[in-house]
Nanobody, 123 residues
Framework: QVQLVESGGGLVQAGGSLRLSCVAS????????MGWFRQAPEKHREFVAA????????YYGDSVKGRFTISKDNTKKTVYLQMNSLRPEDTAVYSC????????????????WGRGIQVTVSS
């Protein structure tokens, strides 16, 4: 199991930006694809973004394409989610996840999860 710790959440006005970070307790983050998922109250968990081990391939959920950017720094063992043009409907608990293997947008493929961090966007 990989320990994952998210940070950077909080309250922001609509149209604003936040950057989430996720630090992983691994020796070689380049062996792991990483994903961000979110869950709003009374809704199913939703795929947000994923990045391959090397960082060369990224996937995005349709609702965040063009607004969110996922990146990783393997030397710092950290994955980032830059969120721009935030909307009230982006309000959710955001969780970081790790997958030792090929990049995926399927939550069941991920074996390690962070505790999640709240992002609230006010209108």
């Amino acid at each position: 199991q990989v320990q994952l710790v998210e940070s950077g959440g909080g309250l922001v006005q609509a149209g604003g930006s936040l950057r989430l970070s996720c630090v992983a307790s691994v020796d070689h983050l380049n062996m792991y694809a990483m994903g961000w998922f979110r869950q709003a109250p009374e809704k199913h968990r939703e795929f947000v973004a994923a990045i391959s081990g090397s960082g060369g391939t990224t996937y995005y959920g349709d609702s965040v394409k063009g607004r969110f950017t996922i990146s990783k720094d393997n030397t710092k063992k950290t994955v980032y989610l830059q969120m721009n043009s935030l909307r009230p409907e982006d309000t959710a608990v955001y969780s970081c996840a790790a997958l030792q293997g090929i990049i995926s947008d399927m939550e069941e493929e991920y074996h390690s999860w962070g505790r999640g961090i709240q992002v609230t966007v006010s209108s």
